[in-house]
């Protein structure tokens, strides 16, 4: 990472969204292995979970905006929705050895 060592300005209203985001991620994402956990097909449960997101996803509509802005919206969030995905597996593959 090129500003790693940088640290950067963020400001206190931002720290506290960045805090909750993190929260509402880390909950989601527990929320999310406990359920998928339930599943007879754990792993199969969380690839057709992520596909439907994925589709609600691209077709969810938004309100007008520039297109570039709805790229990095809907960028945004499918990053979350992989990160929430990718700790789950990661979770169950370490849960099973």
């Known amino acids: ?11 206190d209203d931002q720290a506290q969204q960045m805090g909750a985001d993190m929260a509402i991620q880390f909950m989601l994402a527990t929320l999310f292995q406990l359920v998928s956990e339930m599943a007879d097909d754990p792993r199969g449960f969380r690839t057709d979970v992520h596909g439907e997101l994925t589709d609600l996803m ?25 990160g929430i995905m990718m700790r789950s597996f990661e979770h169950g593959v370490r849960k099973a050895s």
Do not use: N
Request: glycine content about 2%; charged content about 35%; aromatic content about 6%.
């Open 1 to 11: 990472m090129k500003h790693q060592d940088k640290l950067s300005f963020i400001m």
């Open 58 to 82: 691209a077709a969810y509509r938004l309100p007008p905006m520039p297109e570039d802005t709805e790229r990095k919206v809907r960028a945004a969030a499918g990053k979350i929705l992989d």
